[in-house]
């Protein structure tokens, strides 16, 4: 018995299998609508998250002293802080003493400003200037100039000198190193474009090698004057007659915990009043970086 082949016309026809993507459906859209609104409603301001800080670390205080946790015998009381700087002020001697220390921060600012800067200028731009100065500024910054308080005290007495040259020091190495490296950092790409466009070495030096050294000086210069603040502090330890340094040690005989704190308030305040001076200054003279952001 023969078998009849099968036609192939009549066999069942097989369909391919429908993929899992084909038949599933498309995935459904969520709208979710007033977030953005709603993120508007609660974004806190910058100014406001700055502040919180500051001030729950007053507030934190004000409770401890308040509830006797903290013991006046150990730290005064705000309220008590505040009082004395009224009657301080009332009485002329917190504006004297901030009136000398300001001056004399500020003479050795600019003293160690200009020795930073000239320095700096010489070992960043010249070859031989980098031989010479940078490996001396790097063995000089190893000792901490604190401890030259002695020394200075040998070789410029007890006056004003000694305490104008340790903020003049500690303004030095912050300065120096910031516009050294920012020299140093510059893109070589930046320098052979302006050869090619012509630019001399002044040329290079004027448009290109300062202007990218900028934002290491202005980094610098922030370190340098809360260094100044902070050399200050141990500067007017040194015999003393006038300036915030003074009262705290007129106030440590007496273990007036007050003043001493209000002296600390007032350095911190011109501390922060001086790098809030800088950040506008960088806001103006760093508008032309593409990756800066003004609100920084």
Known sequence: MTTKPLDPAVLPQQTAPRSST??????????????????RRLTVPRS?????????????????????????????SPVDVVRQAVELTKSGELPDAIAASGRRAAVGFLI???????????AGLF???EDVIDSSMGMFRAIPWVGLIPLFIVWFGIEETPKIALV????TYPLYFNIYGGIRSTDSQLIEAARMMGLGRLGLIKYVILPSALPGALVGLRYALSTAWLA????????????LGYLMSNAQQYFRTDVIVLCLVVYALLGLACDFAVRILSRRLLTWRANFEGGA
């Not at 200050?232 to 300036?243: T, Y």
């Open 127 to 129: 070859r031989l200037g």
């Open 112 to 122: 160690g400003a200009s020795v930073a800067l000239s320095l700096s200028l010489l």
């Open 48 to 76: 406001v998250r700055r502040t919180a800080g500051p001030v729950g670390l007053v507030l934190l205080w004000f409770l401890t002293s308040a509830t006797g946790v903290l013991p006046e015998s150990v730290l005064a």
């Open 168 to 171: 003049a020091l500690g303004v």
């Open 22 to 39: 084909a038949e599933a459906p498309p995935p459904a859209r969520v709208t979710i609508r007033g977030t953005a609104r709603t993120a």
């Open 232 to 243: 200050l502090v141990f500067a007017e330890q040194i015999n003393a007659d006038a300036g």
